[in-house]
C-alpha cells in the first residue's frame, strides 16, 4: 500500500469513528514534488524545490454536504481535518442533489510515469537552460525549465481505491532583441525530450524576424495561428463550453449532435494520453473521451453532480474545489490532421519564423497573418464564447505564402466557436505540440491552424 493511500484511508476510517457509519465520505491524498530553474538576463537566478503532500476530504453527515483541506499529516493533523469538516457539515443546508459516491472501478493505467524526470537534478535543469542560452546566439533570454512529479491515493466508504502516479518536464524561455520577444515552450513527460538548444534557436529567430514592425488597418483577416495561440482557444473551451455544469445551466455553446465545427476539428479530452494522474477529483477513473468528432460536437463532461442532474454518467472529470465552478476537461487534444495518433513533436524550423508543419499552412495564404500568441484574453459573452484579447510574441503579414513584413500587435474580438465552425478552417497542422500552462494539472496539445477569418479589432493606435 502506497503512503498516499494510507493516509486517505485513514481519513476515511476517521470520519466513520467521529459522525457515525451513515456518512459517506471521500478523502483524496496527493504527494507533489515540484522544482523549478528559473533564468532571465541570460543567467540562472533561481533554484528552487517544494515537495507537499495534500489532504482533500468531502463527506455526507445528515444530509448535509462539506468539504476540507490539510497540509498536515500527523495523526493530530487528520484527525483535526475530520473534526473540523464534520462540523461544518452540521452547520451546512440541506443537499437534495447529493449524487453518492464512485463505486468500486478500476483505473485504466496506473498514469504516465518517468523515473528519470521524477529525480531529476537541478543540473540536468541546468543544462537546458545552458543550451537554450547559448542557442540564443547572444540575445537576452528569460525563462524557466521545470520538473514535476505527482503520488496521488484516492479512498471512499463505499470500498473504493484507486491509486496513481505521474511526471512532465516543461521549459518556457522567450530571446529579446531591441524590446521584441521570441518565445518557445514545450511541455512533456519526459525531460530527456526537452532540447534546449532547439528551443533557445526558435525564441531567437522569432524574435529577429518580428525587428521592426509595421502596423496594419484593424479587420477581419485570414489566419495561421501557431500551437501557442491555439492552446487559448482549448482553454476558453474547457472551462466555458464542454463544461458540464456550464452546459447543464445553458451557458455555453455546447450543442450535442450539431454540427457545430469545421469538419476538420476532433477534439478529444484525454488524461491517458497527455499527463496527469488517472482518475478524477472523486475517484472516478479517466479516460478518452471525444468531444468533437469530425465537426460534430458529441458530448460534454460531467462530474458526479452535474452527471446527475443530467442523467448521464461522469466521465471522470471532477476536479478538486470545482463544485461551484463545473467538471473542466483539463487534458485537451485538437487532433492533427491524418492518424488520430501522429506524434506530438515539433517539426524542424526551416525559416526564420516557422517550421516545417506551420510553412505548409502559411503555404496556402494569399494574404493573411501569422499569429504566434493568445494573452490577457477575457470573455465578453459566455455563451456565444467571444473573446477579446491581444496578441503577443510575434505577429506577421503573409502574402502569396510568404511571410513578409513582422506587424504590430492587435486587439481581437472574436466567437472562437465561430472561428472554427463549418468552412472555418482551411488547413489543421501534422504534428501537435503538448505546451505547459499555469493551471494546476492540465495540459494543452494542439497542432497550427489555418482559419478562413479571425476578427482584429484594434492595432497599435487604437
Not at 453518492?100 to 540536468?124: F, H
Not at 503520488?151 to 512532465?168: D, I, K, P, Q
Not at 488597418?217 to 466555458?240: H, K, M, S
Request: glycine share 12%; net charge negative; charged share 20%.
Amino acid at each position: 500500500m502506497s503512503r498516499e493511500l494510507d493516509l486517505a484511508g485513514r481519513v476515511v476510517e476517521l470520519v466513520r469513528e467521529i459522525a457515525g457509519p451513515d456518512a459517506e465520505a471521500e478523502a483524496a491524498a496527493t504527494y507533489t514534488d515540484r522544482a523549478l530553474t528559473r533564468f532571465a538576463n541570460s543567467s540562472i537566478h533561481q533554484n528552487v524545490a517544494d515537495e507537499t503532500t495534500g489532504l482533500r476530504l468531502r463527506l455526507h453527515v445528515d444530509g448535509r454536504t462539506a468539504a476540507g483541506s490539510s497540509t498536515v499529516v500527523s495523526d493530530e493533523g487528520l484527525r483535526g481535518l475530520v473534526e473540523r469538516t464534520v462540523a461544518a457539515a452540521r452547520l451546512c443546508p440541506p443537499d437534495h442533489a447529493w449524487p453518492g459516491l464512485t463505486p468500486p472501478s478500476p483505473v485504466a493505467g496506473p498514469g504516465n510515469w518517468d523515473e528519470a524526470t521524477a529525480s531529476a537534478s537541478p543540473d540536468e535543469r541546468a543544462d537546458r537552460v545552458r543550451a537554450f542560452v547559448e542557442a540564443a546566439g547572444g540575445l537576452e533570454t528569460a525563462g524557466y525549465c521545470r520538473t514535476v512529479n505527482w503520488a496521488g491515493a484516492f479512498a471512499n466508504s463505499a470500498g473504493h481505491a484507486v491509486t496513481g502516479r505521474s511526471a512532465e518536464a516543461a521549459m518556457d524561455g522567450v530571446a529579446r532583441s531591441g524590446g521584441i520577444d521570441g518565445v518557445a515552450r514545450r511541455n512533456t513527460g519526459r525531460l530527456s525530450d526537452l532540447d534546449g538548444a532547439v528551443l533557445g534557436a526558435r525564441a531567437a529567430a522569432k524574435s529577429r524576424a518580428a525587428a521592426a514592425p509595421v502596423e496594419l488597418a484593424p479587420g477581419r483577416y485570414e489566419v495561421v495561428l501557431e500551437p501557442t495561440a491555439v492552446v487559448d482557444i482549448l482553454q476558453n473551451f474547457a472551462l466555458y463550453g464542454f463544461n458540464g455544469k456550464a452546459y447543464n445551466e445553458r451557458r455555453s455553446f455546447a450543442e450535442p449532435g450539431a454540427a457545430q465545427f469545421d469538419p476538420a476539428i476532433t477534439l478529444v479530452d484525454d488524461a491517458l494520453g497527455t499527463l496527469g494522474l488517472p482518475f478524477d477529483a472523486e475517484g472516478t477513473p479517466k479516460r478518452r473521451i471525444a468531444l468533437v468528432e469530425r465537426g460534430v460536437t458529441r458530448t460534454v463532461t460531467h462530474d458526479r453532480r452535474t452527471a446527475a442532474e443530467a442523467g448521464a454518467t461522469s466521465t471522470g472529470h471532477a476536479i478538486a474545489g470545482g463544485a461551484s465552478f463545473g467538471a473542466v476537461p483539463t487534458n485537451l487534444r485538437l487532433l492533427p490532421e491524418g492518424s488520430s495518433e501522429n506524434g506530438t513533436g515539433a517539426t524542424e524550423v526551416t525559416g526564420p519564423v516557422v517550421d516545417s508543419d506551420t510553412a505548409a499552412l502559411v503555404a496556402g495564404v494569399r494574404r493573411g497573418l501569422l499569429v504566434t500568441d493568445f494573452w490577457y484574453t477575457r470573455v465578453l459573452d459566455p455563451k456565444s464564447l467571444v473573446i477579446t484579447g491581444l496578441t503577443r510574441n510575434g505577429v506577421w503579414l503573409v502574402e502569396d505564402g510568404e511571410v513578409t513584413t513582422a506587424v504590430q500587435n492587435f486587439r481581437f474580438t472574436q466567437s472562437y466557436p465561430q472561428a472554427l465552425a463549418p468552412g472555418g478552417v482551411l488547413g489543421v497542422g501534422r504534428y501537435a505540440s503538448l505546451l505547459p500552462d499555469s493551471w494546476d494539472a492540465s495540459w494543452w496539445s494542439a497542432p497550427a491552424l489555418r482559419l478562413a477569418s479571425w476578427n482584429f479589432t484594434g492595432g497599435a493606435s487604437g
